[in-house]
Nanobody, 127 residues
């Protein structure tokens, strides 16, 4: 079992930045693929970004490409999502998710690709 806890959300003005963190406990995190998803009120959950366990492969949704950066520190069992140039449409609850996969290049963009989920952190962007 892996437990995931997100943090770093908050209220920010348009154009601002935040750094979201996803801290893992329970097992060695270094061979887990991690993804970030978000869900806005009244909308379906959507993929945001993903990173392979090695950190060598990342992939982003078109809507956040160039503004968001995913990274990880396996020694700290933590994955980060740096969110810059925030827009009101980025307002959502952001969730991290993880699954074990030994392939160093593997990433996942679908919710079904993941076995473990955090409780979410709220990001609100005011205009």
């Amino acid at each position: 079992q892996v437990q995931l806890v997100e943090s770093g959300g908050g209220l920010v003005q348009a154009g601002g930045s935040l750094r979201l963190s996803c801290a893992a406990s329970g097992r060695t995190f270094s061979t887990y693929v991690v993804g970030w998803f978000r869900q806005a009120p009244g909308k379906e959950r959507e993929f945001v970004a993903t990173i392979s366990w090695s950190g060598g492969t990342t992939y982003y949704a078109d809507s956040v490409k160039g503004r968001f950066t995913i990274s990880r520190d396996n020694a700290k069992n933590t994955v980060y999502l740096q969110v810059n140039s925030l827009k009101p449409e980025d307002t959502a609850v952001y969730y991290c998710a993880a699954t074990h996969d030994s392939r160093s290049w593997y990433t996942g963009t679908a919710g079904d690709d993941y076995d473990y989920w955090g409780q979410g952190t709220q990001v609100t962007v005011s205009s």
